[in-house]
């Protein structure tokens, strides 16, 4: 399946719990203030790139426990971004995403939704420069959370990661 990314980075420790491969998606409709990566909001920048060649390189990337969905904003375009965390499940890693979205927002649509039964940690919500906070682990603003997505799924109720 054809998608839109700016790129991929191995071997990163600041996108989520232990060693990831961090894919950055290509789109982002929240335009958050002081954003880090302004060059992903363009749907049509980026370079196009097949969701089979991700896997692959996913596969053959070695010491890595998981990966992470990055960009932009990978729900940007569900369908790319659940087949990546699908096969990437299958082969035993982690998932985590970033979204400006909120886990009610992402559960509320039916393709973003679909993405969550792949993924383990959902940091949510978009970056807010006033509430930027330095504490904030594995986020860049305080109102973003770490939503433990099967759990969240499995309960009903959100269940959040305290770091």
């Given at each position: 399946m054809k998608f839109r990314m700016v790129g991929i980075k191995k071997h990163s420790?600041?996108?989520g719990v232990g060693v990831r491969l961090v894919i950055?998606?290509?789109g982002c409709p929240h335009h958050c203030m002081e954003c880090q990566n302004p060059d992903t909001w363009d749907p049509n920048g980026g370079d196009e790139s097949d969701t089979d060649d991700i896997i692959e390189i996913i596969r053959n990337t070695k010491y890595i426990d998981g990966i992470t969905l990055s960009g932009g904003d990978p729900l940007f375009q569900p369908e790319a971004a659940g087949e990546i965390a699908r096969a990437s499940k299958a082969t035993g890693l982690?998932?985590?995403?970033?979204?400006?979205?909120?886990?009610?927002?992402?559960?509320?649509?039916?393709?973003?939704?679909?993405?969550?039964?792949?993924?383990?940690?959902?940091?949510?919500?978009?970056?807010?420069n006033d509430l930027k906070a330095q504490n904030a682990i594995y986020r860049g603003s305080s109102n973003q959370r770490l939503v433990d997505?099967?759990?969240?799924?499995?309960?009903?109720?959100?269940?959040?990661?305290?770091?």
């Amino acid at each position: 399946m054809k998608f839109r990314m700016v790129g991929i980075k191995k071997h990163s420790v600041v996108d989520g719990v232990g060693v990831r491969l961090v894919i950055f998606f290509q789109g982002c409709p929240h335009h958050c203030m002081e954003c880090q990566n302004p060059d992903t909001w363009d749907p049509n920048g980026g370079d196009e790139s097949d969701t089979d060649d991700i896997i692959e390189i996913i596969r053959n990337t070695k010491y890595i426990d998981g990966i992470t969905l990055s960009g932009g904003d990978p729900l940007f375009q569900p369908e790319a971004a659940g087949e990546i965390a699908r096969a990437s499940k299958a082969t035993g890693l982690s998932v985590w995403c970033y979204s400006g979205w909120t886990y009610e927002e992402v559960m509320s649509d039916e393709k973003r939704s679909a993405v969550m039964k792949y993924v383990d940690v959902l940091v949510d919500g978009p970056f807010i420069n006033d509430l930027k906070a330095q504490n904030a682990i594995y986020r860049g603003s305080s109102n973003q959370r770490l939503v433990d997505v099967q759990a969240s799924m499995e309960s009903g109720t959100i269940k959040l990661i305290s770091k």
